[in-house]
């Protein structure tokens, strides 16, 4: 049974319980930098010039949050698992790739430390404001995935921690407002299309501009203004069809994610992944009748939420009779290829979840897999890659996006530098979490300048919203496109200036 007991030992910044042995006094903990982290030299002197900010940030003011403690913290549907949490021998080579301790330099804002706090919960500690804002400013990046060399389950970890909070953890009514919001619009297209209109008009109107200028924004609440800060320009709709036929020889019949922000907000993705996969011999399949992958509910912790919209994607493609499903949003293709494990306890699914996600690729993945069948014509643009994290690091895909990038003719690719550290947009993490998120946005910003390339190109909406608001922060544009698009242009041989000129 779960007992709240009264306010927990808010201001500490240690969790109860007495530090593991392998633990240093504060005082010798080894700073970011001293561990690995390439620290903020040769990036402008705004960045990361405060380390007040840093310090209010980690210690959450602002934050909504409850004031209330759960005993225990864990119950036993999933708690992290302790051999998954045994498998962390404490040797810190994943400090210097997370972001929030690149940022802090605070134990507990570690994968190290939150994976203590995972094993001090199983111990009876209470969940406490200050556990669960750990584990909430974890931005479920997975770079520690990419850096442990002991092969730590960080995402299995977080996940099951995350549906833990959601389930047992009284949010602030603030905090659950929001997240109510988040949840009753974005994981639905249909809702989001209703909205096109009233945002359209608001940013024709010039009134955002105006509001802007005013300073009106800045007296929003946070979560709020940075929502509005981060909403794309939106263009005109553009539908895939349900089936486009291949171009030439049928290779491979592929089933399309058309998602929800991506489909509302980013329709010229959808309709140029289509063209490409076409033209490289694939018969394109997106079923009107899709709905979302539950990746924001996935990576969020609503779990039941994330498991009924994952039986209907799974119901969806079966029905459609595809070989693969290909995704063009890292995030998604990361929640997918997670199905087998969501639905694991599902009589009915777990078999058919399993085998689903083993038929998942991300465009870039499947193009490399087939090999090019359509012509690439030249497009003589520098790129600098963006790796999304659920791409590089949940999903190991480095290589392809960079491949299929430099097969064509007159492109440059050029790397990002701390291309491993997160941009901070990590699902609705710039929406709950917005301080952290933009001191992750400015440092990203600083870097993808620094590569002087032409044109910006990822593979995920939200890292294309982060970016785009981060860059208007510093004053700056930079013509940004997803790798579909670049694709797309040089397989049409559109003028490079499609790209550029946006
Ligand atoms: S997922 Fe990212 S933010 Fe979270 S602990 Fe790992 S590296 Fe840090
Ligand atoms: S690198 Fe892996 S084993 Fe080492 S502290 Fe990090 S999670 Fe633990």
Redesign the pocket.
Known sequence: MTEQTGRGPEGSREPQGGAPEHREPAHERASATQVGARGPEGLPDEVGADPGQADRATAGAGRPEAGVAVLPAFDDHHPPEQELIDD???????LPTCPTYVLWGEEMDS??GR?YLMEIGRQGEPMNDEMVRHFDQCLGCMA?VT????G?Q?GKLIEATRQQVERRYPRSRRDRAFRALVFRLFPYPRRLRLLRGPLRLYQRSRLGALARRAGLLDRLPKRMSAMERLLPTLGRLEPVPEVTPAAGPRRRRVGMLTGCVQRVFFPEVNTATARVLAADGCEVVAPADQGCCGALSLHAGREAEAQAFARAAIETFEASGVDQVVVNAAGCGSAMKEYGHLLRDDPRFAKRAAAFSDRVRDLSELLVELGPAAARHSLPVKVAWHDACHLGHAQGIRAQPRKALSAIPGLEVREIAEAEICCGSAGIYNLVEPEPAAELGDRKAANVLATGADLLVTSNPGCLMQLRNALERRGRRLPMAHVAEVLDASVRGADPRTLLDR
């Open positions: 962390c021998v404490h040797c810190g080579f994943c994968p190290r994976i520690c850096a442990c060399p002991s730590v960080y």
